[in-house]
């Protein structure tokens, strides 16, 4: 009977949160086919719209260019995704397989810009980025994830629980350590792999600080800095701004929706949270 009822108020407090979840979803959803009307009365009540504003979808069109928002938006999270697997996988394998002059010192100052506010940053960036003469470019909006803190540490911890005997066959057989690092130890770390790609394409992703001061150019710039550019100095659109972050949603859905089974494997294997 307690274990009945210990189940119970468990599954009930994981419906309470999910719901707690999907509310701000729902409101979004719902008030992208309100009137500016309808989302500016005081009376909470009224949540479903009277007469659904489809006119607002077609509005938020014509404002944005989505195609080419979406295409700088991918094509920066690609990037990132691909140099941050990249680079994080070399320096997590070096710091954890390999002995080297400054290796303790080196990775003291990686965990060191672990933290250190990201903000602090992006003015030596910006220099960077301006002297390249890469400002309104994807490369530009991929530049400060080439190199990830964070993805050297966790691939680091992967390769550390990888027995060491593994090493010691592969040089018995005649294997160097490019030759040992990229078919042996490399793909038994896929999952911490899958999971770094995912913290990097979300953060990617909602990233609004950087591309609104690399890219101020419209055509340049991604999802996020567009929508926040859309507010207005005297009025706020409510219904085209929902209508605009709905449409901003959608390739992180489809994404989950094909990907959800390396999205639990990834998180569940890391031990974080998005």
Known sequence: MKKIIYKTLIYLLLVIVSITMLVPFLWMFLTAFKTVAETMQVDPFVIIPSVW??????????????????????????????????????????????????????????????????????????????KLHLTNTILGLVFPGIVTAFGTFLLRQAYMQLPRDLEEAARLDGCNIPQTFFYIMAPLTKSAMVALGIFTAVFAYKDLMWPMIVCPDNRATTLASALAKMNGQYQQKYPELMMAALISCVPMIILYIFFQKQFIEGIATSGGKL
């Open 53 to 130: 504003q489809t006119q607002n979808f077609g509005n938020v069109v014509k404002a944005m260019d989505f195609a080419k928002l979406y295409f700088n938006t991918l094509s920066m999270v690609g990037l990132r995704i691909l140099f941050a697997i990249l680079t994080a996988t070399l320096s997590g394998y070096a710091f954890a397989r390999l002995e080297f002059a400054g290796k303790k010192l080196m990775f003291s100052l990686v965990l060191l810009q672990m933290m250190i506010p990201v903000q602090i940053f992006i003015i030596p960036q910006y220099v960077m980025v301006s």
